[in-house]
């Protein structure tokens, strides 16, 4: 799926009209038509306010990858690259080093 497909199927999944979409990010109706068929690539600053707007990540704009989000929290950033058990180890080891500062 292309960059523009993304972005409007975003926008149609949330019922939300291009007018609502431009008005909340600041640019035209016309730029948001464009940025969707792909006859115009938003400027940085405008991917920031587009990504930050839908709380999804560029790389899914950008169709890097299928995931709508980054991960947020050390947590979500960790559960995709160590499994639960070594996510506990590591969460007492944390623990035990706070604990010996004090």
């Known amino acids: 799926m292309k960059f ?3 972005l409007r199927t975003l926008r ?4 939300l009209s291009q007018r609502t979409v431009a008005t909340a990010i600041s ?3 016309n730029a948001i038509s464009q940025y969707e068929t792909d006859k115009r690539f938003p400027d940085q600053d405008v991917l920031v306010r ?3 707007y839908y709380k999804i990540s560029a790389d899914y704009l950008l169709g890097l990858t299928d ?3 980054s991960p947020n929290t050390p947590g979500e950033i960790l559960s995709g690259i160590i499994d ?3 996510h506990e180890a590591i969460e007492k080891i944390i623990a035990m080093l706070t604990e ?3």
Do not use: D, N, P, W
Request: charged share 35%; net charge positive; glycine share 10%.
């Open 67 to 69: 995931i709508h989000r």
């Open 27 to 29: 640019v035209s109706v």
């Open 50 to 52: 587009l990504c930050t």
């Open 84 to 86: 639960s058990q070594q």
């Open 100 to 102: 010996k500062e004090k």
């Open 4 to 6: 523009g497909e993304r």
């Open 12 to 15: 149609i999944e949330r019922g």
